[in-house]
């Protein structure tokens, strides 16, 4: 992204935070950087324990996959940060003058003594305990590699040790669809996990694009 049109995002989110205080998280992403180091500006970065050089979350990369439809704002949202914090997040894309995106906005507030008072004025005033959903955990880009990595494991329901090739085609795969091969250096780390080599890693993927492409 053009820097002068940076150093104005970075205007933007240094007057939302002060405008908002201590709890408002404000982070500008550059993304001609890597995912996992996008990050050129945070402000309040205690809020969610990041700072300049680190990478985006698992909401962010999701939306950057090359599979992914064209990204759309995502406003008034939920995360939960690995410490308990609820935030209500909103992520804005930037375009340049091709229209594509070229960097993020990204507000997260620290809801959580609001929802304690709210918590505490709803028993009060209330005489059923509504349903509500668990927020989505917000995931830095470089943990997200070995989350998803537990997950393809999980899928398969077998150590590395004790699974077929057909069972570390069908993990990798997983891997695939779920962007973790977006993270920097992603394919040497799956690679060495399952025990085969980075030719064999990417014909897994390659075979299952190829699938894809004979069902369109």
């Known amino acids: 992204m053009e820097s002068g049109k940076l150093e104005a995002l970075r205007q933007v989110a240094a007057g939302i935070a002060a405008q908002f205080g201590s709890s408002c998280e404000v982070v500008v992403h550059d993304l001609k950087r890597d995912p996992d180091h996008s990050i050129v500006a945070i402000f309040n970065g205690h809020v969610s324990g990041r700072k300049v050089g680190d990478g985006a979350s698992n909401v962010v990369l999701e939306q950057l996959r090359p599979d992914a439809p064209e990204p759309r704002d995502h406003l008034c949202y939920l995360m939960k940060t690995p410490d308990g914090k609820i935030l209500k997040c909103s992520t804005i894309y930037i375009r340049g003058r091709s229209g594509k995106v070229s960097a993020i906005l990204a507000i997260n507030y620290d809801i959580s003594r609001l929802m304690m008072v709210e918590s505490a004025i709803h028993d009060l005033v209330s005489t ?70 980075k030719y064999t890693l990417y014909s897994y993927i390659d075979s299952k694009q190829q699938e894809e492409k004979k069902h369109d």
């Open 128 to 197: 059923e305990e509504p349903q509500t959903a668990e927020p989505e955990r917000i995931v830095n880009v470089t943990d997200l590699l070995n989350d998803l990595i537990e997950q393809s494991v999980a899928l398969v329901g077998k150590p590395v040790a004790l699974m077929t090739k057909d069972d570390k085609v069908k993990a990798i795969r997983f891997l695939s669809q779920n962007g973790a091969f977006l993270v920097t250096k992603s394919g040497d780390k799956v690679a060495k996990y399952f025990g085969i080599s």
